[in-house]
T-cell receptor, first 113, second 113 residues
Framework: EADIYQTPRYLVIGTGKKITLECSQTMGHDKMYWYQQDPGMELHLIHYSYGVNSTEKGDLSSESTVSRIRTEHFPLTLESARPSHTSQYLC????????????FGPGTRLTVT | AQSVTQLDSHVSVSEGTPVLLRCNYSSSYSPSLFWYVQHPNKGLQLLLKYTSAATLVKGINGFEAEFKKSETSFHLTKPSAHMSDAAEYFCVVSEIGTYKYIFGTGTRLKVLA
């Protein structure tokens, strides 16, 4: 069982609200990732981090921001939620070597009304 | 550049019959390849991985995959499908030099009683 956690699991929020999706891992992994996934669709990388104070935008443009102040914590923030942000957000971590797999959290399903 | 192509978006099999989910990859280097499974409203779970050791890789729940360099394929198989195998399956290659992972578009497996 992977030790990577996401909260909340489900969130329904109104347009314009600021939200933060939490992701934590207890494995000491340097690399962490955020993916956006619409129902039944592929995963799109929106942010990743190589380590503390290192973050990069992913392949899919996103209005969200991330921070990496501690190794174990990689929160994602939306300053002003919009209905187009409705999606599932998956957090993952890995040891960083290319032969090592990613471990995924259970996801946060976000609905913006 | 590396890429992954999952050749079937949907596969249906009867319970007790073999499963074949197809994946082709493109890579200039010896790749690391992974298969993940995603059940509804859950995160992704690693089924198996290939990292240049044995070309026939055994994973969890009776799944296995064979790395064929000449065919640039990494197909996932299982001798006998179970109802609990119904899920979305993703083929993934790790990207050289960036610590990112490239996901296929997914194959939805349906198991008929």
């Amino acid at each position: 069982e992977a030790d990577i956690y996401q909260t909340p699991r489900y969130l329904v929020i109104g347009t314009g609200k600021k939200i933060t999706l939490e992701c934590s891992q207890t494995m000491g992994h340097d690399k962490m990732y955020w993916y956006q996934q619409d129902p039944g669709m592929e995963l799109h990388l929106i942010h990743y981090s190589y380590g503390v104070n290192s973050t990069e935008k992913g392949d899919l443009s996103s209005e969200s921001t991330v921070s990496r102040i501690r190794t174990e914590h990689f929160p994602l923030t939306l300053e002003s939620a919009r209905p187009s942000h409705t999606s599932q957000y998956l957090c993952a971590s890995s040891e960083g070597r290319l032969t090592y797999e990613q471990y995924f959290g259970p996801g946060t399903r976000l609905t913006v009304t | 550049a590396q890429s992954v192509t999952q050749l079937d978006s949907h596969v249906s099999v009867s319970e007790g019959t073999p499963v074949l989910l197809r994946c082709n990859y493109s890579s200039s280097y010896s790749p690391s390849l992974f298969w993940y499974v995603q059940h509804p409203n859950k995160g992704l779970q690693l089924l198996l991985k290939y990292t240049s050791a044995a070309t026939l890789v055994k994973g969890i729940n009776g799944f296995e995959a064979e790395f064929k360099k000449s065919e640039t394929s990494f197909h996932l198989t299982k001798p006998s499908a179970h109802m609990s195998d119904a899920a979305e399956y993703f083929c993934v290659v790790s990207e050289i030099g960036t610590y990112k992972y490239i996901f296929g578009t997914g194959t939805r497996l349906k198991v008929l009683a």
